[in-house]
């Protein structure tokens, strides 16, 4: 009756596709533990299949019970198998999560009553029954195509609602394993004594491996890590959902190794070092991202800190390939589920920033057995987002401090101090992003912004009415690079008819580094009429023999040394501040925070107090406001 032409080579099939994926490392992700789980049903509906058709030939030699045993269970691992096969595209689409969570909770009615319906057969005899004349199709049979056809129609209405987010080629291998399915039904319906069902199975099984399951598509390595394919896949299934931590390890200097070591020996050493870690951690994950860079993702509990320790000391030895022994120092960067990062592409991208990072900041192996958090690097990466934004619509405000005339407390000059703003509007400190616009160079059209904001604040607003008779502008190292310098800043002060008296530069003692070069600027730069204050005395190396090198008129005492004085009055300031006053220089005191610092330093000698007791940074209205009045 039945011919198994058919079923027995798709057996076969199905166990060499069995066996290849048990044998392969797999993603511990929804989509393949419903690939596993499809494999099995097939081979055990198969099984079955064969099982039951075989024993209901030989009915009148078997006891009943077994009869109705092996075809109930064959009907319910074949009703099994058509939801299974739903599943898998509901896993693709990523349909398991709100707002469509309703989908997956409703679509199992189907499957439920079905498999109702097939279990009650020994008393309903809806699907099949079995008398003395043998095996026979039972009233309520087509149940199984309803069941079918409902599921394959439903894929298909998912696949045309929500499969604009997939790719083409996986919409199409979607869309090919339904019509397969649909082509198998028709054939079972046409065809029933060749069992074909599980031949047209296997080909959508077949088409579901090579598009979704293929290791090609996510393990690199020549077979043996993960790849960044996957490092998503896992994080995007896991984020929101899991608690878990990442530790992030690069190969220090890699491009440079690739170039001593050649590149097949460093492939090599990448391959053993996926090796020794996915061997010392067997907890964890392992992926290989890309230039000797490698994550490690394992559950809450993962103790990072003692598995930088253990890699770092290993890379204390060498690691032995074929004809040569590579000596390599390893990097760190650790984050954790939520630690910052809203979304997963946002997470691999910081992370793997700050792998580079780590990997070029290549110091003595102790030092670096510490990971960096990513959260810092994050900030920064949002900070450096939020100032190219401000530099690119002109955003950058400017606020104003005031210099206050230690003898008369009145305003003699406004120091202008940069702002960003964050997405929500709060202000960011310059000490957060001056040393990221100084690191990246953004710094130069940061400072030309504050520059022309104030030389706009000058022109429209008559100073002598403000009762002061100058602003001062910050001057990062970078700028005092810039051989143009003098040059443009002389444009600006033409294009808004300001006096180059009316501006004050500040720069600190880091400038001061190339003598010869910011001695020339200088010079320039007083040429077209500016002078210059040395800011931030005392916080640095402080060479009185190099600052006197230099043509300054005013010398502003960084806060620290303000603060020591307040606290110990030894002799090192006022002696420091008569020394200043020989060199014909004024002094600013920073960081005057209340009535007795005021006092004490004016004492002193200071000639100008500046701080937060007499006003903080105010934006330029506020300014106008504040000393308007005082024509
Ligand atoms: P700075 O030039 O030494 O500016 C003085 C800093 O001290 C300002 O911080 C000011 O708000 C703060 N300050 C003033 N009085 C007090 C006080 O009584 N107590 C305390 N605790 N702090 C006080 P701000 O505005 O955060 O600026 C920090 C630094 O950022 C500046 O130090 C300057 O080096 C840099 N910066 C700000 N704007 C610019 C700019 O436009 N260009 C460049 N190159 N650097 C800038
Ligand atoms: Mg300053
Ligand atoms: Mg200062």
Same mark, same amino acid.
């Given at each position: 009756?039945?011919?198994?032409?058919?079923?027995?080579?798709?057996?076969?099939?199905?166990?060499?596709?069995?066996?290849?994926?048990?044998?392969?490392?797999?993603?511990?992700?929804?989509?393949?533990?419903?690939?596993?789980?499809?494999?099995?049903?097939?081979?055990?509906?198969?099984?079955?299949?064969?099982?039951?058709?075989?024993?209901?030939?030989?009915?009148?030699?078997?006891?009943?019970?077994?009869?109705?045993?092996?075809?109930?269970?064959?009907?319910?691992?074949?009703?099994?198998?058509?939801?299974?096969?739903?599943?898998?595209?509901?896993?693709?689409?990523?349909?398991?999560?709100?707002?469509?969570?309703?989908?997956? @909770?409703?679509?199992?009615?189907?499957?439920?009553?079905?498999?109702?319906?097939?279990?009650?057969?020994?008393?309903?005899?809806?699907?099949?029954?079995?008398?003395?004349?043998?095996?026979?199709?039972?009233?309520?049979? +087509?149940?199984?195509?309803?069941?079918?056809?409902?599921?394959?129609?439903?894929?298909?209405?998912?696949?045309?609602?929500?499969?604009?987010?997939?790719?083409?080629?996986?919409?199409?291998?979607?869309?090919?394993?339904?019509? !397969?399915?649909?082509?198998?039904?028709?054939?079972?319906?046409?065809?029933?004594? *060749?069992?074909?069902?599980?031949?047209?199975?296997?080909?959508?099984?077949?088409?579901? *491996?090579?598009?979704?399951?293929?290791?090609?598509? *996510?393990?690199?390595?020549?077979?043996?890590?993960?790849?960044? #394919?996957?490092?998503?896949?896992?994080?995007?299934?896991?984020?929101?959902?899991? +608690?878990?931590?990442?530790?992030?390890?690069?190969?220090?200097?890699?491009?440079? %190794?690739?170039?001593?070591?050649?590149?097949?020996?460093?492939?090599?050493?990448?391959?053993?070092?996926?090796?020794?870690?996915? $061997?010392?951690?067997?907890?964890?994950?392992?992926?290989?991202?890309?230039?000797?860079?490698?994550?490690?993702?394992?559950?809450? #509990?993962?103790?990072?800190?003692?598995?930088?320790?253990?890699?770092?000391?290993?890379?204390?030895?060498?690691?032995?390939?074929?004809?040569?022994?590579?000596?390599?120092?390893?990097?760190?960067?650790?984050?954790?589920?939520?630690?910052?990062?809203?979304?997963?592409?946002?997470?691999?991208?910081?992370?793997?920033? =700050?792998?580079?990072?780590?990997?070029?900041?290549?110091?003595?192996?102790?030092?670096?057995?510490?990971?960096?958090? !990513?959260?810092?690097?994050?900030?920064?990466?949002e900070v450096k987002r939020v100032l190219e934004r401000a530099l690119e619509e002109d955003r950058v405000e400017v606020f104003l401090q005031?210099?206050?005339? =230690?003898?008369?407390?009145?305003?003699?000059?406004a120091e202008a101090l940069a702002r960003i703003r964050g997405e929500?509007g709060a202000l960011i400190s310059p000490a957060v992003f001056v040393p990221l616009a100084e690191?990246n160079g953004r710094i130069i059209p940061l400072g030309s912004q504050v520059f022309r904001k104030t030389c706009a604040f000058i #022109?429209?607003?008559?100073?002598?009415?403000?009762? !002061?008779?100058?602003i001062n502008v910050n001057l990062s190292?970078l700028q005092?690079?810039?051989?143009?310098?003098?040059?443009s800043f002389?444009?600006v002060?033409?294009?808004y008819?300001?006096?180059?008296?009316?501006i004050?530069?500040?720069?600190?003692?880091?400038?001061?580094?190339?003598? +010869?070069?910011?001695?020339?600027?200088?010079? =320039?730069?007083?040429?077209?009429?500016?002078?210059?204050?040395?800011?931030?005395?005392?916080?640095?190396?402080?060479?009185?023999?190099?600052?006197?090198?230099?043509?300054?008129?005013?010398? %502003?005492?960084?806060?620290?040394?303000?603060?020591?004085?307040?606290?110990?009055?030894?002799?090192?300031?006022?002696?420091? !501040?008569?020394?200043? %006053?020989?060199?014909?220089?004024?002094?600013? =005191? $920073?960081?005057?925070?209340?009535?007795?610092?005021?006092?004490?330093?004016?004492?002193?000698?200071?000639?100008?107090? @500046?701080?937060?007791?007499?006003?903080?940074p105010v934006p330029f209205d506020?300014f106008? $406001?504040? *000393?308007? @009045? %005082?024509?």
């Amino acid at each position: 009756m039945w011919n198994f032409n058919f079923v027995v080579p798709s057996l076969m099939i199905l166990i060499i596709l069995l066996l290849y994926y048990l044998l392969r490392p797999r993603l511990p992700i929804r989509m393949n533990r419903t690939f596993l789980v499809l494999l099995v049903l097939e081979l055990m509906t198969i099984f079955t299949d064969i099982l039951s058709s075989t024993a209901d030939e030989y009915f009148d030699l078997l006891p009943v019970p077994l009869l109705y045993v092996l075809n109930l269970a064959f009907f319910a691992l074949y009703v099994g198998r058509i939801f299974w096969f739903y599943l898998f595209t509901l896993d693709v689409l990523g349909l398991h999560d709100k707002p469509h969570r309703w989908i997956y @909770q409703l679509t199992p009615f189907v499957f439920l009553l079905t498999e109702a319906v097939v279990l009650s057969t020994p008393l309903t005899h809806a699907v099949f029954l079995i008398d003395e004349t043998g095996y026979h199709r039972g009233t309520l049979y +087509s149940v199984l195509y309803v069941c079918a056809f409902f599921y394959l129609f439903a894929a298909l209405v998912l696949l045309v609602t929500y499969g604009r987010g997939l790719s083409v080629f996986d919409l199409v291998s979607l869309l090919g394993c339904q019509l !397969i399915l649909l082509m198998g039904n028709v054939a079972r319906i046409l065809l029933p004594q *060749y069992l074909v069902m599980n031949t047209f199975c296997l080909m959508a099984l077949l088409v579901l *491996y090579l598009s979704f399951e293929n290791p090609d598509l *996510y393990i690199s390595l020549r077979g043996s890590a993960f790849n960044a #394919r996957a490092f998503r896949d896992l994080l995007n299934e896991w984020n929101g959902k899991k +608690s878990y931590q990442i530790l992030g390890m690069v190969i220090c200097n890699y491009n440079e %190794k690739r170039g001593i070591y050649g590149s097949f020996q460093m492939d090599q050493s990448v391959v053993l070092i996926n090796r020794y870690l996915t $061997e010392t951690f067997p907890d964890a994950l392992v992926f290989y991202l890309r230039n000797g860079c490698f994550a490690l993702v394992g559950g809450e #509990r993962m103790n990072t800190e003692l598995m930088c320790r253990r890699i770092a000391h290993r890379f204390r030895q060498s690691w032995n390939t074929k004809d040569t022994d590579l000596t390599l120092t390893a990097g760190f960067v650790q984050a954790s589920s939520g630690s910052c990062c809203d979304s997963v592409d946002r997470l691999v991208n910081t992370l793997l920033i =700050a792998l580079d990072s780590a990997g070029h900041s290549a110091g003595p192996q102790e030092d670096i057995t510490i990971p960096e958090t !990513i959260q810092a690097i994050d900030r920064d990466l949002e900070v450096k987002r939020v100032l190219e934004r401000a530099l690119e619509e002109d955003r950058v405000e400017v606020f104003l401090q005031p210099l206050i005339d =230690a003898r008369t407390r009145r305003p003699v000059a406004a120091e202008a101090l940069a702002r960003i703003r964050g997405e929500d509007g709060a202000l960011i400190s310059p000490a957060v992003f001056v040393p990221l616009a100084e690191k990246n160079g953004r710094i130069i059209p940061l400072g030309s912004q504050v520059f022309r904001k104030t030389c706009a604040f000058i #022109r429209e607003n008559n100073l002598t009415e403000l009762g !002061i008779s100058w602003i001062n502008v910050n001057l990062s190292p970078l700028q005092c690079m810039n051989r143009n310098l003098a040059q443009s800043f002389s444009n600006v002060l033409l294009e808004y008819d300001v006096p180059a008296d009316a501006i004050h530069l500040e720069i600190t003692e880091e400038s001061m580094i190339d003598y +010869s070069l910011l001695q020339s600027q200088i010079e =320039a730069l007083q040429g077209e009429g500016f002078e210059f204050a040395l800011d931030d005395y005392g916080s640095g190396y402080s060479n009185l023999t190099r600052v006197k090198q230099y043509p300054f008129k005013h010398i %502003k005492i960084d806060m620290s040394v303000v603060r020591d004085y307040f606290w110990q009055r030894d002799q090192l300031l006022p002696t420091l !501040i008569q020394v200043f %006053k020989q060199m014909n220089c004024s002094v600013t =005191a $920073e960081g005057i925070e209340n009535a007795e610092m005021a006092d004490a330093l004016t004492e002193i000698g200071c000639d100008y107090l @500046q701080g937060f007791h007499f006003s903080r940074p105010v934006p330029f209205d506020q300014f106008l $406001e504040l *000393y308007g @009045q %005082k024509k």
